[in-house]
T-cell receptor, first 113, second 118 residues
Framework: QQQVKQSPQSLIVQKGGISIINCAYENTAFDYFPWYQQFPGKGPALLIA?????SEKKEGRFTISFNKSAKQFSLHIMDSQPGDSATYFC????????????FGKGTTLSVSS | ETGVTQSPTHLIKTRGQQVTLRCSSQSGHNTVSWYQQALGQGPQFIFQ???????GRGNFPPRFSGLQFPNYSSELNVNALELDDSALYLCASSLPGTSGGTSTDTQYFGPGTRLTVL
């Protein structure tokens, strides 16, 4: 059972455009929702994270929007740049010792210049 | 500050063999988690170690085992390798804010070990 569903699988955006990646989760016990960025040959790196007590979090060009009632959250990348081309993973977890990050399947973003 | 390092970078084994992967956690981090990332998929949790004890386990068979050492470095051992074990194995370290660790503490990933089973 896939607990975190991510879409789209791939995304092509022009330089300067807005990239939007969506995720939906099933387990209402999840209370931590990070986004990770992964470049080829590298491990995932934390980009931005949100907890369900807020509906939006912004860090630079990256914004997470969170809808608790719909059990959905999304990543918005403003003014997308070629250097943003990477695979993005949403994840979710419970605040409990020994539990894991549950990842989505990833979105490959290509920003054309 | 030294980041998470993993060795080896790449490894090729044949079915039925055993493999040991190694991870050095980020300086001061006492919790290590291991993930398996199949091609085109997100990482899947194998297990977590906190202060040398297994602290949680995902849906992986017992032939996947681990160790954490007093310096918080860790090993992942896989016995009786199967073709489906071919994947990128990621190690992540964290420093929990409370005893026992929680997964909401930021996890810092290493570059991974690419395992190919023939």
């Amino acid at each position: 059972q896939q607990q975190v569903k991510q879409s789209p699988q791939s995304l092509i955006v022009q330089k300067g455009g807005i990239s939007i990646i969506n995720c939906a989760y099933e387990n209402t016990a999840f209370d931590y929702f990070p986004w990770y960025q992964q470049f080829p040959g590298k491990g995932p790196a934390l980009l931005i994270a949100i907890r369900p007590d807020v509906s939006e979090k912004k860090e630079g060009r990256f914004t997470i929007s969170f809808n608790k009632s719909a059990k959905q959250f999304s990543l918005h990348i403003m003014d997308s740049q070629p250097g943003d081309s990477a695979t993005y993973f949403c994840a979710a977890s419970r605040n409990q010792a020994g539990t894991a990050l549950i990842f989505g399947k990833g979105t490959t973003l290509s920003v054309s210049s | 500050e030294t980041g998470v390092t993993q060795s080896p970078t790449h490894l090729i084994k044949t079915r039925g063999q055993q493999v040991t992967l190694r991870c050095s956690s980020q300086s001061g981090h006492n919790t290590v988690s291991w993930y398996q990332q199949a091609l085109g998929q997100g990482p899947q949790f194998i297990f977590q170690y906190y202060r040398e004890e297994e602290n949680g386990r995902g849906n992986f068979p017992p032939r996947f085992s681990g160790l954490q050492f007093p310096n918080y470095s860790s090993e992942l051992n896989v016995n009786a390798l199967e073709l489906d074990d071919s994947a990128l194995y990621l190690c992540a370290s964290s420093l929990p804010g409370t005893s026992g660790g929680t997964s909401t503490d930021t996890q810092y990933f290493g570059p991974g070990t690419r395992l190919t089973v023939l």
